[in-house]
């Protein structure tokens, strides 16, 4: 009798039933699966971007038998990329792959700094960024104060896959307020939005105006600055021109819209202005008062001489006093 060699059962993996490239919504479930042949019975490995995949609790692996599936229980973005299966015994090798697309709504990510509001100086350029997500590419707006924002010589928006940037050139105070943005695609849509302080020097004071003249002390008001440059204001500064010196002098500085200045000189002519400070600058100054006239009773000059004012501006200007300075108001008195 002549006995037969027994015929070999070994076969080399093969996959009867390969990946195909899958497009998947973030957060939702994405299933790969695959069937195989191969003898003895392949082990079977799945991998990402060429790194070996685990079951966890976003993903997991089944295999039984001929099958093997990978499901992903909340895609994201980062499981985009190429998924790769492979099926491996003593025989040999075989693998297929295939590409993983994610889709997903539009995310706007605020920088935290951004929550509590941004303040930035005027005369400055401005750069606003925030990341953006989304798959297709969302299209973004941005809006100021509930107007669009659109490329002209002040402003430039750029949106690429991860952010979006705003860039103003000379900021200045018209700039403050809310920032709105909004993504949309076929998806979805996201908005977000934060509010921009601009910093600046103050606007000018009201008028200034004479209030009360005794003898040679005068009482000064003024209204408050229209816009105080974003910053509660610190100082008044008071200035004063005698007429026929040709020169603008500081005579006090105080907090409060009005002031008492004493010491003017009797048969003189004056005018006064002030400007307003805070932490970022002095302010123009106010509209000038009207000339207020200081008699001089005990002269009896009870109005200006207006030939000697004349004399004097030819004689003093455009020279500032020197020594005469010394009769110059006093600093304020509140």
Not at 209 to 221: E, K
Not at 236 to 254: D, M, N, P, S
């Amino acid at each position: 009798m002549t006995l037969q060699k027994p015929t070999s059962t070994l076969s080399a993996p093969k996959f009867t039933a390969e990946l195909a490239d899958c497009i998947g919504i973030e957060n939702e479930k994405v299933d790969f699966k695959v069937r195989f042949l191969g003898t003895p019975l392949p082990q079977v490995s799945w991998f990402k971007d060429g790194f070996e995949i685990f079951s966890s609790r976003r993903a997991k692996i089944i295999t039984e038998s001929d099958t093997s599936t990978l499901t992903f229980y909340q895609a994201s973005l980062t499981d985009e990329g190429e998924i790769k299966c492979t099926a491996t015994n003593r025989v040999g090798y075989s693998f297929t792959r295939a590409k993983l697309t994610i889709e997903a709504p539009p995310k706007i990510r605020l920088p935290r700094q951004y929550e509590d509001g941004l303040i930035i100086e005027a005369e400055e350029v401005t750069r606003l960024k925030v990341g953006i997500a989304g798959r297709p590419a969302p299209i973004v707006q941005w809006s100021h104060n509930g107007e669009l924002i659109e490329n002209n010589e002040r402003y430039e928006v750029i949106t690429n896959d991860k952010n979006s940037s705003l860039k103003i050139l000379n900021t200045n105070r018209t700039d403050r307020g809310e920032y709105n943005l909004r993504a949309s695609n076929e998806l979805g849509e996201d908005s977000s939005s934060f509010l921009v302080t601009v910093t600046a020097r103050p606007m000018p004071p009201g008028k200034t105006a004479v209030s009360l003249l005794q003898g040679n002390t005068v009482t000064l008001s003024w209204g408050p600055p229209e816009d105080d440059g974003g910053c509660k204001i610190g100082n008044y500064i008071v200035e004063y021109f005698r007429i026929g010196w040709g020169v603008w002098l500081k005579a006090a500085t105080c907090r409060t819209l009005t002031v008492t200045l004493n010491d003017l000189i009797p048969g003189s002519e004056y005018k006064f202005r002030v400007k307003a400070e805070n932490p970022y600058g002095v302010s123009d100054p106010s509209v000038e008062s009207n000339v207020l006239f200081v008699p001089d009773i005990k002269r009896g000059i009870t109005e200006p001489n207006r030939t000697q004012s004349l004399l004097e501006v030819e004689i003093n200007s455009p020279r500032a006093p020197t020594r005469r300075q010394s009769q110059s108001p006093s600093r304020n008195i509140e």
